[in-house]
């Protein structure tokens, strides 16, 4: 039978004496070797972590501070967009064996108002579209562009807009519907104003962010009877203020 199956030799039980060692003399202890499961970890990372969490609050604190001061002492707010008035000198309906076709020219005069005193807002080009009609039957009369302009502290700045809607095609039904609500001046106003906007505060100016501004069913009537109802701010596809 092969040796390699038998060990050499056989590891001692605890408190064994070897009687062929020197008189007195006894064996160091060993130190136990422990499995890796069982090995202390370096705290190291764990340092790491703490200082970053530390740093991150912080950061976010001195930027809620700033943000408070910034907001009491500057007290920002929002501009305000109103339709301020809109006429049609033109609006005909044309019947022919073709279809039918519409021509109108459209005349909006759009207020924006910055009632900051310590904030300036600078606005890009501007495109304006115009439509008419409610749900189903509003029709687009045309779009215009505006070019850039800045909005001073405690300032109203007008913008005017001109739209021509030339051999348009539309339903007969509708036009029908449409030129009746002409006539009667119920006919709805749609304005869609779509630019971008920064801000300026003690000489410094940030980033512009696009805004779409809206200002839906507005009637001839209303805005006649110096009635200017407040237009909808859009941002960031989701956002609406008013």
């Not at 801000?199 to 209303?222: E, S, Y």
Request: proline share 7%.
């Amino acid at each position: 039978m092969s040796d390699a199956l038998f060990p050499s030799a056989l590891n001692k039980p605890p408190g064994y004496n070897d009687p062929n060692s020197p008189a007195g003399f006894k064996p160091l202890p060993q130190k136990p070797v422990l499995p890796p499961s069982f090995r202390p970890k370096k705290k190291k990372g764990r340092v790491c972590c703490c200082c970053f969490c530390i740093s991150f609050s912080i950061l976010i604190a001195l930027i809620i501070i700033f943000a408070a001061v910034f907001y009491f002492s500057v007290n920002p707010k929002l501009p305000r967009f109103h339709v301020q008035s809109f006429q049609i000198p033109r609006f005909n309906v044309t019947e022919t064996p073709d279809g039918t076709y519409l021509d109108a020219t459209t005349m909006t005069v759009m207020e924006v108002r910055n009632p900051n005193g310590k904030m300036t807002y600078y606005y890009g080009d501007t495109a304006v579209d115009i439509s008419v009609g409610e749900g189903e039957d509003e029709t687009e009369v045309g779009t215009a562009k505006v070019p850039k302009f800045t909005s001073r502290k405690q300032y109203t700045t007008s913008l005017k807009v001109e739209t021509k809607a030339s051999n348009k095609q539309v339903d007969n039904t509708l036009a029908n519907r449409l030129l009746s609500g002409y006539k009667s001046k119920s006919l709805a106003v749609n304005v869609a104003a779509r630019t971008k906007v920064g801000v300026g505060v003690a000489g410094l100016k940030t980033g512009m962010l696009g805004i779409t501004v809206k200002c839906k069913g507005i009637t001839m009537k209303q805005l006649d009877g110096d009635d200017m109802p407040n237009c909808l701010i859009h941002t960031l596809r989701w956002i609406k203020v008013r």
